[in-house]
Nanobody
Framework: VQLQASGGGLVQTGGSLRLSCAAS????????MGWYRQAPGKQRELVAN???????NYADSVKGRFTISRDNAKKMVYLDMNNLKPEDTAVYYC???????????????WGQGTLVTVSS
């Protein structure tokens, strides 16, 4: 399975961006799709994930500003980011957890990352 993320870029404080991530390849089922980010010198952290069935989770720092959504038919996950702040600057990675082969174990797959830069 491959994950292709897109949509990053340079935006001013208060601006908006939409990240997209498409899953392709051998996929039997995907349970969780999410977004993580890693700022320079910091550890990768969860931004938001969609566990299916209407269950979503958000980092406290993005609650009320970011929205994750998922299109299971298209095997895509999106992250709408509003009211962006300089501290949101990071490389954003999409992640999928699922069963990519049947039979097969649950596995985690990462996309290549897309850079979001928020200028002050």
């Amino acid at each position: 399975v491959q994950l292709q993320a897109s949509g990053g870029g340079l935006v001013q404080t208060g601006g908006s961006l939409r990240l997209s991530c498409a899953a392709s390849g051998s996929i039997f089922s995907i349970n969780v799709m999410g977004w993580y980010r890693q700022a320079p010198g910091k550890q990768r952290e969860l931004v938001a994930n969609d566990m299916g069935g209407g269950t979503t989770n958000y980092a406290d720092s993005v609650k009320g500003r970011f929205t994750i959504s998922r299109d299971n038919a298209k095997k895509m996950v999106y992250l709408d980011m509003n009211n962006l702040k300089p501290e949101d600057t990071a490389v954003y990675y999409c992640n999928a957890i699922g069963r990519f082969m049947n039979p097969g174990p649950m596995q985690s797959q990462w996309g290549q990352g897309t850079l979001v830069t928020v200028s002050s």
